[in-house]
């Protein structure tokens, strides 16, 4: 089931889902919400590490241990490039940006890029 979410454009699918995250320490969670903020139409955000890191005032190394732990959490996939911009999708099980009915196309896409990633 889906709800309209408290960040503009964008459904929660499932806040449930959402509990764990709050495990997650202050700079982890701040980055998970940038990326929630940032989140373009089918959950891209696209991310150049070095100026988010500036923007939230921690370290280059850092901000990619963050990305990192995302990433093994399934929050996260890497979904191409852009010039020096990393793009990453979000996965649509904890949020959607986009019209919910095309929400089962979203997770079909995330499930494979998980896969390659693994490959």
Avoid: C
Avoid at 9 to 15: I, L, Q, W
Avoid at 19 to 44: E, I, Q
Avoid at 51 to 56: D, G, R, S, W
Avoid at 80 to 104: C, F
């Amino acid at each position: 089931m889906t709800s309209k979410s408290v960040y503009k454009g964008f459904y929660t699918v499932n806040s449930k889902i959402q509990n764990p995250l709050l495990t997650l320490n202050d700079s982890y969670a701040k980055v998970w919400d940038y990326m929630l903020r940032n989140m373009k139409p089918f959950n891209r955000v696209v991310l150049l590490q070095a100026t988010v890191a500036k923007e939230m005032h921690i370290t280059p190394q850092f901000m990619s241990k963050v990305i990192r732990r995302l990433l093994e959490r399934g929050l996260i996939v890497k979904d191409g490039k852009l010039q020096h911009n990393v793009i990453y999708m979000v996965n649509p099980n904890y949020a959607w940006n986009g019209k919910a009915d095309d929400r089962e196309g979203g997770s079909h896409k995330f499930g494979k890029l998980i896969k390659e990633a693994k490959k």
